[in-house]
């Protein structure tokens, strides 16, 4: 059993030492106003694969990408025009959109075709992200099929199992992001979340 380093979100440079530790091949467990996630640099094969193991996660089900803003994003994906009025009404957000892959984004996601991105609105995972200056993988803490961690004693049990926890408290929505397959029109809702799919929809 590995040593996790333990910090506060408020704790001075606090995201500048989780930033270290992602961009170093280790996997930190962060608090987001929807629910915790596990966090790992996007581009090291290795510590993605330690996400999939510590969740028991079939490699079928894709992790979502976070970046801290859109010109980061359409680096990774194509975003039609109409998509993109989404993604600038909803974005910081809890909204996750699923988009086709550019050459760089294929080859971040193992050779899909699709990818599903978010930026968040939690002032931690925004600081933490533009120190990072590179996508990250990102999931919620839960093992797979279960219940997702919403709380900082929620993710404990994955003490001595992920390289860094930072306790963010109660996320503020506890609740997971709305996710839209955005590849092609019409939009396909994947999952009902913290966004009303209604108030989406209307910018469509």
Same mark, same amino acid.
């Given at each position: 059993m590995k040593k996790t380093l333990k910090i506060s979100h408020i704790e001075k440079d606090a995201h500048k030492k989780v930033a270290d530790?992602?961009?170093?091949?280790?996997?930190?467990?962060v608090p987001t106003e929807t629910v915790y996630g596990f966090a790992a640099d996007a581009f090291n094969t290795e510590? %993605?694969? $330690?996400?999939?193991?510590?969740?028991?996660? =079939?490699?079928?089900?894709?992790?979502?990408?976070m970046t801290p803003d859109i010109e980061s994003v359409k680096v990774l994906v194509e975003i039609p025009q109409k998509a993109l009025k989404i993604a600038k009404k909803f974005w910081p957000g809890q909204l996750t959109l699923i988009f086709p892959t550019t050459e760089?984004?294929?080859i971040l996601s193992g050779g899909r075709d699709n990818l599903g991105v978010?930026?968040?609105?939690?002032?931690?995972?925004l600081?933490?992200? %533009?120190? $990072?200056?590179?996508?990250?993988?990102?999931? =919620?803490?839960n093992a797979s099929g279960k219940k997702s961690a919403k709380n900082y004693k929620d993710v404990l049990e994955f003490d001595g199992v992920a390289d860094v926890i930072v306790d963010g408290g109660k996320c503020e929505f506890s609740f997971e992001s709305t996710v839209i397959d955005m590849v092609k029109f019409p939009y396909v809702?994947?999952?009902?979340?913290?966004?009303?799919?209604?108030?989406?929809l209307k910018y469509i």
């Open positions: 530790v992602i961009k170093s091949g280790g996997v930190a467990i510590a %993605k694969n $330690i996400i999939y193991k510590i969740k028991g996660r =079939s490699y079928k089900k894709p992790l979502v990408v760089l984004g294929k978010r930026i968040p609105n939690n002032v931690f995972m600081k933490l992200l %533009k120190e $990072i200056a590179s996508p990250v993988w990102t999931t =919620s803490v809702i994947v999952r009902k979340g913290c966004l009303n799919t209604n108030e989406i």
